[in-house]
């Protein structure tokens, strides 16, 4: 608003006419007609009468002013908003991020006590620098050892139990243990049906090899021997077929005729005709005689094992049958193992836990001898020599203090531009520093509603300026770009694409034709002129506080709609 201003000419005319209006003295002749002397006298007179007066007209005028101008404002004024444009032309923009966090040291360790205990010795104070591997106190307790010794017991446990039900889980299948026939074959659950562990299924045997026992005199001791040759005879076949000696075993038989005999184990191959319980002999040749054993003997399977479920279940597939011939680890059946499957589980996860309690009671007794587990500063020490602490005691404190760590929060719009090794400026309560970007997490924290990325930042502390604990303020230059195309922020509007749905940013051009590149949108919640300008798609760079960066869709020169300015509003 604009203030009148009274000229002393002005002031004479309206104290005059005032004057006239009042019936009071006659308004003084021209100043020509005036000699000096009285023109002088005159003007002081009017002003001593009519002061007052003068002074109420002028108040009361501004104050009306005043009144008109603040009515208008606050009934939003019945006058044309004023249209604000800004051309595109050229700049640069810095864009930064800044923000507040805390300064902690980099690495930090605690020794915590989980049993109680009496404190024997303190080998530091609060505030010394250590290296790792520094000596740092003795507490006794003997609850420690009891908890690693009672832990390992119960590791022990949990691995023996997760063995078995592997050893179960393995047994799931039931297989061949060797290659030969199975006989006496049992009566076998149906598919589907139960089954319980230990169920006999058959008998398998080693048929392709046979075995025969013979006792022979102590006066052949020396002519029989491992690996000899000999000839089988089997009367029910009568058929003499080649064997050897598998074994000579020095055993004292005594026959009822008083003669010395020991015993040799004879194998054969079965040449498929043979089998358990035949009559044979085995008779040796050696250094030009024939020795025959001291009476017959019966053929053996060479190997013979009852085969039997180990676990329980439903059966899901058998296929044994009566003297079927099976080779080595053919499956015969399989049972279904589901509860066999939630054990196992169970018992890995209890297995996990108990050897997490053996390495947290052993991490607690190696720390009644505690030794510095890094160099840095002690700035935690809350135990003194003969102490009695409880259990799940802080005891001590160390931190590397020659690297402090900020956290700080990227938005979505600057992530992009933030990599690691960039130089960061941090404040802390008046000091400056200079840090780098140590890593950038791309996994966000919604703040507000808002996607956050954390960026850590890195600051040598060597000389211990900084300190733990403390707030700071960190920025560093997010990108720059030079030489480009600029508007206001508040000219570049969002909305719908028409054609997509998804957000378009635009820019309204005033211009007499539409431009080729001109979209139609919906102006009604945007505030923006209907005539005269037209919506024209932009690609956005980086932005700052006030400017944004105009990659793509409107030349240098041309004018943009910012915003309205109505009755000192704006719109």
Same mark, same amino acid.
């Given at each position: 608003?604009?203030?009148?201003?009274?000229?002393?000419?002005?002031?004479?005319?309206?104290?005059?006419?005032?004057?006239?209006?009042?019936?009071?003295?006659?308004?003084?002749?021209?100043?020509?007609?005036?000699?000096?002397?009285?023109?002088?006298?005159?003007?002081?007179?009017?002003?001593?009468?009519?002061?007052?007066?003068?002074?109420? +007209?002028?108040?009361?005028?501004?104050?009306?002013?005043?009144?008109?101008?603040?009515?208008?404002?606050?009934?939003?004024?019945?006058?044309?908003?004023?249209?604000?444009?800004?051309?595109?032309?050229?700049?640069?923009?810095?864009?930064?991020?800044?923000? !507040?966090?805390?300064?902690?040291?980099?690495?930090?360790?605690?020794?915590?006590?989980?049993?109680?205990?009496?404190?024997?010795? =303190?080998?530091?104070?609060?505030?010394?620098?250590?290296?790792?591997?520094?000596?740092?106190?003795?507490?006794?307790?003997?609850?420690?050892?009891?908890?690693?010794?009672?832990?390992?017991?119960?590791?022990?446990?949990?691995?023996?139990?997760?063995?078995?039900?592997?050893?179960?889980?393995?047994?799931?299948?039931?297989?061949?243990?060797?290659?030969?026939?199975?006989?006496?074959?049992?009566?076998?659950?149906?598919?589907?049906?139960?089954?319980?562990?230990?169920?006999?299924?058959?008998?398998?045997?080693?048929?392709?090899?046979?075995?025969?026992?013979?006792?022979? !005199?102590?006066?052949?001791?020396?002519?029989?021997?491992?690996?000899?040759?000999?000839?089988?005879?089997? /009367?029910?076949?009568?058929?003499?077929?080649?064997?050897?000696?598998?074994?000579?075993?020095? =055993?004292?038989?005594?026959? /009822?005729?008083?003669?010395?005999?020991?015993?040799?184990?004879?194998?054969?191959?079965?040449?498929?005709?043979?089998?358990?319980?035949?009559?044979?002999?085995?008779?040796?040749?050696?250094?030009?005689?024939?020795?025959?054993?001291?009476?017959?003997?019966?053929?053996?399977?060479?190997?013979?094992?009852?085969?039997?479920?180990?676990?329980?279940?439903?059966?899901?597939?058998?296929?044994?049958?009566?003297?079927?011939?099976?080779?080595?680890?053919?499956?015969?059946?399989?049972?279904?193992?589901?509860?066999?499957?939630?054990?196992?589980?169970?018992?890995?996860?209890?297995?996990?836990?108990?050897?997490?309690?053996?390495?947290?009671?052993?991490?607690?007794?190696?720390?009644?001898?505690?030794?510095?587990?890094?160099?840095?500063?002690?700035?935690?020490?809350?135990?003194?020599?003969?102490?009695?602490?409880?259990?799940?005691?802080? +005891?001590?404190?160390?931190?590397?203090?020659?690297?402090?760590?900020?956290?700080?929060?990227?938005?979505?719009?600057?992530?992009?531009?933030?990599?690691?090794?960039?130089?960061?400026?941090?404040?802390?309560?008046?000091?400056?520093?200079?840090?780098?970007?140590?890593?950038?997490?791309?996994?966000?924290?919604?703040?507000?509603?808002?996607?956050?990325?954390?960026?850590?930042?890195?600051?040598?502390?060597?000389?211990?300026?900084?300190?733990?604990?403390?707030?700071?303020?960190?920025?560093?230059?997010?990108?720059? !770009?030079?030489?480009?195309?600029?508007?206001?922020?508040?000219?570049?509007?969002?909305?719908?694409?028409?054609?997509?749905?998804?957000?378009?940013? =635009?820019?309204?051009?005033?211009?007499?034709?539409?431009?080729?590149?001109?979209?139609?949108?919906?102006?009604? !919640?945007?505030?923006?002129?209907?005539?005269?300008?037209?919506?024209?798609?932009?690609?956005?760079?980086?932005?700052?506080?006030?400017?944004?960066?105009?990659?793509?869709?409107?030349?240098?020169?041309?004018?943009?709609?910012?915003?309205?300015?109505?009755?000192?509003?704006?719109?």
């Amino acid at each position: 608003m604009s203030e009148s201003v009274i000229t002393p000419a002005a002031e004479e005319q309206q104290a005059a006419a005032l004057a006239e209006q009042g019936g009071g003295t006659p308004a003084p002749p021209p100043e020509s007609e005036q000699k000096p002397e009285k023109k002088k006298k005159q003007r002081k007179k009017l002003s001593k009468k009519q002061k007052r007066i003068i002074t109420l +007209v002028v108040v009361l005028a501004v104050a009306a002013a005043i009144v008109t101008a603040l009515s208008k404002f606050l009934s939003g004024g019945e006058g044309e908003a004023e249209i604000m444009t800004q051309p595109v032309g050229y700049g640069s923009i810095t864009s930064t991020v800044e923000g !507040s966090g805390t300064a902690k040291a980099k690495e930090s360790k605690a020794i915590n006590i989980t049993t109680a205990g009496t404190v024997l010795d =303190v080998f530091v104070n609060e505030g010394d620098q250590v290296q790792a591997g520094t000596k740092l106190f003795t507490i006794d307790s003997p609850n420690a050892r009891t908890a690693v010794d009672k832990a390992r017991q119960d590791v022990e446990a949990r691995q023996k139990e997760v063995d078995q039900l592997i050893e179960a889980g393995d047994n799931l299948t039931v297989r061949a243990e060797f290659a030969g026939k199975l006989i006496e074959v049992k009566d076998i659950p149906e598919v589907g049906e139960e089954i319980g562990s230990g169920t006999p299924l058959a008998t398998l045997v080693d048929d392709r090899t046979l075995k025969l026992e013979q006792y022979y !005199s102590y006066a052949y001791e020396s002519d029989i021997y491992p690996g000899q040759s000999v000839t089988v005879s089997i /009367p029910a076949v009568m058929e003499q077929l080649p064997g050897r000696v598998a074994e000579v075993n020095k =055993v004292s038989r005594i026959s /009822p005729e008083g003669s010395r005999l020991f015993q040799v184990m004879i194998e054969l191959t079965n040449p498929g005709t043979l089998g358990a319980d035949m009559a044979a002999s085995a008779v040796i040749e050696a250094n030009g005689q024939t020795i025959y054993p001291y009476e017959q003997g019966t053929l053996k399977y060479n190997r013979s094992i009852d085969v039997a479920t180990k676990v329980s279940g439903k059966v899901e597939w058998e296929h044994i049958l009566n003297y079927m011939d099976v080779s080595a680890g053919q499956e015969l059946m399989r049972i279904t193992g589901d509860k066999n499957d939630v054990e196992l589980y169970n018992a890995r996860e209890a297995l996990k836990t108990a050897e997490e309690d053996l390495k947290k009671a052993e991490e607690n007794l190696a720390n009644l001898n505690a030794v510095a587990p890094i160099s840095g500063t002690v700035i935690g020490l809350a135990i003194t020599p003969g102490m009695e602490i409880q259990a799940n005691t802080a +005891v001590i404190s160390i931190a590397d203090t020659t690297t402090i760590q900020v956290t700080a929060q990227v938005d979505e719009r600057n992530i992009s531009y933030i990599k690691a090794g960039m130089f960061v400026d941090i404040n802390q309560w008046g000091n400056t520093y200079s840090g780098f970007v140590e890593t950038v997490s791309l996994n966000p924290e919604y703040v507000n509603g808002a996607a956050m990325y954390p960026a850590t930042i890195l600051v040598d502390n060597t000389e211990g300026q900084m300190y733990t604990g403390g707030s700071v303020t960190y920025s560093l230059v997010a990108s720059e !770009s030079e030489n480009c195309l600029v508007l206001p922020i508040q000219c570049v509007k969002y909305v719908p694409d028409p054609e997509t749905g998804e957000n378009l940013s =635009v820019v309204f051009v005033e211009t007499a034709e539409r431009p080729e590149n001109a979209v139609d949108v919906d102006i009604s !919640s945007l505030n923006v002129p209907e005539e005269g300008f037209f919506a024209v798609p932009v690609e956005t760079g980086i932005s700052d506080k006030y400017n944004v960066e105009i990659l793509s869709g409107v030349n240098e020169g041309d004018i943009v709609f910012m915003q309205k300015l109505q009755n000192n509003s704006w719109g």
